[in-house]
């Protein structure tokens, strides 16, 4: 009896991937005018090759090994330098603590701060959602500060346990914390043993004048001061910093080894060298040029009278006011137009 022939069946075909709400964004807009990254072309590709092999030539096979949660000394060392002499901060290497990137930091700041009894957390408003939802699943309650011109509200700081603040540069209204509430702050501080958090996420960059020195020198047993790589550098990397006082150190360092145990070693080490040879400071300098926001202004004035800026020369950002809800939704839907996109900081 003749066989049948061999019949192959028909596979179904397996539908597109769905694009990432990232991806299908970057590839419907030609400009990301959002706010949180640097100009990551300008990343010093070639210096921060050259220092990780410089790097890596002189390190010892131990520095590759787990190590110590609060970060290679080399970098630890190099931090501590470089806050101290470029932002004013009274730092030590031995109150530092490498993280991955101001996130984990802060985090790991709120669980310890839970753990040794703190429940109220004072932020800013309009502050980004993701640290918000932080501290909340940390079990911290959040207590809104208003934010005007002169920076947050700080007499608002009331039965606060602990203010995340922006003294700097204040996220997203662009005002710097004037002298007389960093004071206040600071005297909130001292008196109730409150904690107060100082996000410099980028406080290198000032256009008019020099930067403004920490908030953290006033008073560095209330003051935590936090720095990240990923304004100065590259968000990739994934490399923060935070100065702490002697009391929350093996708390920290605790929640650190539970975490993640250590950040890259080899990140760490180009970055001390990055440092140390002075190629950081040459790429701020660099990045302050690139950064200037004079043509941005002028272009706005020409093209959208209506419409204001709001803040300091300073940062990353810029606040783009409207005077009424009509002009600002024909402002956002002319630059959505030309393929570029915003951020609303109203909500």
Known sequence: ????????????????????????????????????????????????????????????????????????????????????????????????????????????????????????????????????????????????????????????????????????????????????????????ALASGGLIIEDDYDGEFRYDRHPLGSLQALAPRQVLYAGTASKTLAPGLRLGWLVLPTHLIDGIVGAKSLADRNTSAIDQLALAEFIVSGAYDRHVRRSRLIYRRDRLVAALRRNAPRVRISGIAAGLHALVVGYAKPPEHAFTGAVARLGAVLRDVTG
């Not at 990254?37 to 520095?63: E, G, K, M, V």
């Not at 540069?169 to 002298?179: K, Y």
């Open 1 to 188: 009896m003749q066989g049948f022939g061999t019949r192959v069946a028909e596979r179904p075909q397996s539908p597109e991937p769905a694009a990432s709400g990232d991806g299908g964004s970057a590839r419907r807009h030609r400009l990301d005018l959002g706010p949180g990254s640097p100009d990551l072309s300008a990343f010093p590709r070639s210096a921060w090759l050259a220092a990780t092999r410089r790097a890596l030539a002189a390190a010892s096979f131990r520095s590759l090994d787990y190590g110590d949660p609060r970060g290679l000394p080399e970098l630890r060392a190099a931090l501590a330098d470089y806050v101290s002499r470029a932002r004013g901060v009274q730092a030590s290497p031995d109150r530092v603590v490498v993280c991955s990137g101001f996130t984990q930091g802060f985090r790991l700041l709120c669980e310890t701060l839970h753990t040794q009894g703190a429940r109220t957390l004072a932020i800013e408003r309009y502050i980004q959602p993701a640290t918000t939802k932080a501290a909340g699943a940390c079990g911290l309650r959040l207590a809104t500060l208003d934010v005007d011109d002169q920076g947050a509200a700080v007499e608002q700081l009331g039965s606060a346990d602990a203010a995340l603040l922006t003294p700097a540069h204040q996220f997203p209204i662009g005002a710097p914390l004037i002298a007389r509430r960093r004071m206040s702050a600071v005297e909130w």
